[in-house]
């Protein structure tokens, strides 16, 4: 175990600088200046010059990004072009929204759609039937749509939830759900619908096998069948899709944050990049990707827990 | 009747639903009796419905029409849905993989058939750890096997748990449907001759379902042979091998490849001659369900649907030309050691 986890972190070294040189080579594409958005339409060609100077941007791009690099080796992700603020504190404060968001929806996704994989296979029938339509629909709609449905029906209509705003965990656990019940589940709908199939087809799975059948012929209950074999089972599969949702959540919350309005790193992405705010660009880029590399560990740690085939070798 | 059979399965048919509500007969009028410590070996070519058989007696698929009798009580059709398993009826199924859960440890493997059974009956279960090292050392895995993965065994080793579990709760039969398909020749022969060492020390019955006549006839004492879901022949297992007396068995023994050569090639003479344009298969009514690819096949095998009629000492043949066909031509090639059968009929 320890020796895939050093395996695994030597691993994610290049993955991240590759990620900065990819981010980098994109934003010099993107359309725009950030100086000619700073000083607006009546900019002098002069001052937009000295601006550029002044930002460092009039050097070559391999220089910059060498500044840039050194910089992170030291922790120091520069500072944003427009507030002047430090970038890491800047992305630090907003972590935890982002962070609570993809974290309820990982969880959300895994109990709600095992629960209903899992049911639509054992249960079968019309229900099942029902439960995998639902499924579909899930994996056809795109979350931002449900976003605005959501805003539209459950803080305009009902007003049973607030339709923006984030109240952080320490401030009032209470208010914190509320910000966040319907953020997760237009987040998480897609995950749900993921899981939901897979531990579907999984659980089918299981069943067909022949030590299930002794089980039930040695009157083994039923409840001791689903939860200690089939779960356990139909986990394995499970826990390698969930990764694969998690990480497409976190590029969710840049649409999900932003109808929400919610301050978390995926709405101020989105604001980084229409105002050319290259090191908060890089910098969400950093930890967009330790990110996904913290949640592929904990896949390959859970799996290596559940399948004792991983553990094994 | 010389004892009370231990398993007695009278008229059993087997439905299963095909597309557009109709349904196809799986199993179709089967009588066998399996008595107490005896081998019952059923052979049959795929899709002859062998282990319906098997999971009609198990419980596991619902019998459309007969009645299953298990020491002298009738079972229930449907008990494992109904949660009123028989433990006395143990299975061991073909596909080594499949048939252990890869997630728990063999000793939990072994152990939850026996754990089920004791709390349904008030038991102790302190005794379970030291019963399932006895069994472990029974089929010839060493101790520390209990707290190892099945990922970590060999298909012959992970059918010896198999074996381990069925017989950890003490049955009176144990299905073996396909035990031993799965794997190489050398380990089908150990995993046999394990399967008939644990019979001889606690006295199991067995139904020895496999599609290999050869395995079927080493272990067994009466052998079934079956078609389209139909019994085509009983007997003992040295009579229903030497003196085959239905087209269809002959033509099974034919289909098994012999070590020798010579052999080999005169036997694939005769399989050829066993041979006929086959016609489209009939309908399984009135007729006999081997008709159209028999060789001997008159009229009357179309028309007529053949039952069961004694050939000898304990043997029954379902074919209209019984004691009309010619002896079975292997006769004519000379054979080694095994001693030379009466021949067929006449």
């Given at each position: ?204 799975e299981v069943q067909d096998t022949d030590y299930i059948r002794v089980l039930r012929g040695n009157?083994v209950?039923?409840?001791?069948i689903?939860?200690k074999h089939m779960?356990r089972n139909?986990?394995i ?70 399948n004792p085939k991983?553990?094994a070798? | ?89 143990q299975v061991v199924f073909q596909d080594p993989v499949s048939s252990l859960d890869p997630t728990k440890t063999v000793g939990h493997t072994i152990a939850e058939p026996l ?17 399932v090292?006895?069994m472990l050392?029974?089929v010839?895995l060493?101790?520390?096997a209990a707290s190892r993965y099945p990922a970590q065994f060999s298909g012959g080793q992970r059918q010896r748990i198999a074996i381990a579990r069925a017989f950890i ?7 073996c449907d396909e035990a031993v398909?799965a794997l190489?020749?050398?380990v089908?022969?150990?995993i ?155």
């Open positions: 175990m320890l020796k895939l986890l050093a395996h695994r972190v030597a691993l994610s070294i290049p993955l991240v600088l590759l990620v900065s040189v990819v981010v980098f080579a994109l934003e010099s594409l993107v359309p725009g200046d950030p100086a000619r958005t700073i000083l607006g339409e009546n900019a002098t060609p002069e001052g937009i010059a000295a601006l550029h100077q002044q930002m460092g941007l009039d050097q070559p791009w391999l220089e910059r990004y060498w500044h840039w690099l050194s910089g992170l080796f030291h922790g120091d992700l520069g500072a944003s072009l427009f507030t002047g603020d430090a970038v890491t504190s800047e992305l630090n404060s907003r972590l935890g929204v982002t962070v609570s968001l993809v974290l309820c929806c990982v969880l959300v996704s895994a109990v709600a759609g095992t629960a209903l994989g899992m049911f639509s296979a054992i249960r079968g029938g019309p229900a099942a039937r029902v439960v995998d339509v639902l499924s579909l629909t899930g994996l056809a709609l795109p979350n931002f749509w449900v976003a605005i449905v959501l805003v539209a029906l459950f803080a305009v209509k009902i007003r049973l939830f607030p339709a923006t705003g984030y109240v952080a965990l320490a401030e009032s656990p209470g208010h914190w759900v509320r910000s966040l019940v319907l953020p997760v589940i237009a987040l998480s709908l897609f995950g749900v619908t993921a899981v939901a199939k897979q531990a579907r087809d999984a659980t089918l009157g209950s039923e409840s001791r689903v939860l779960l139909a986990a599969p499970v826990v390698t899709v969930l990764g694969v949702v998690a990480v497409s959540m976190l590029s969710g919350t840049v649409f999900v944050e932003g109808v929400f309005v919610l301050p978390g790193l995926g709405s101020l992405a989105t604001q980084a990049t229409t105002d050319h705010d290259l090191p908060v660009i890089l910098g969400i880029g950093v930890y967009f990707t330790v990110m996904v590399i913290i949640l592929n560990l904990l896949v390959d740690l859970a799996y290596g827990m559940l991983v553990r070798s | 009747m010389k004892t009370e059979p231990l398993l007695q399965v009278e008229g059993l048919c087997v439905d299963y639903p095909v597309r557009r509500r109709r349904r196809f007969r799986a199993v179709d009028s089967v009588d066998l009796t399996v008595a107490p410590g005896e081998t019952l070996g059923v052979v049959g070519e795929s899709g002859s419905g062998k282990s319906t058989i098997a999971k009609a007696i198990l419980g596991i698929t619902p019998v459309t029409a007969g009645t299953i009798r298990f020491e002298g009580r009738e079972l229930d059709p449907r008990r494992v849905r109904r949660r009123k398993p028989i433990t006395d009826i754990v089920a059974k004791l709390r349904r009956e008030g038991g102790e279960t302190g005794d379970v750890r030291r019963q090292a006895e050392d029974r010839g060493p101790e520390n709760v003490r049955p009176r039969l144990v299905v398909s190489d020749l050398s089908q022969a150990q046999l001759n394990l399967l008939t060492d644990v019979q001889r020390d606690l006295g199991v019955s067995y139904l020895f379902i496999s599609h290999d006549l050869s395995v079927v006839e080493h272990v067994s004492d009466r052998v079934l042979v079956l078609y389209r879901g139909r019994v085509m022949e009983t007997g003992s297992a040295a009579s229903v091998v030497q003196s085959p007396q239905h087209p269809y068995t002959r033509a099974l023994l034919a289909a098994a490849p012999v070590h020798d050569p010579l052999r080999q090639r005169q036997r694939r003479e005769l399989r050829a001659s066993y041979r006929i344009e086959p016609k489209a298969a009939a309908p399984l009514g009135d007729s006999c369900p081997f008709a159209h690819r028999c060789r001997f096949a008159v009229d009357r095998c179309l028309q007529e649907r053949p039952v069961l009629q004694p050939t000898g000492a304990d043997g029954a043949v379902a074919c209209h030309r019984h004691g009309e066909l010619p002896s079975d031509a292997e006769d004519d090639v000379p054979r080694e050691p095994r001693s030379t059968a009466t021949g067929g009929s006449k």
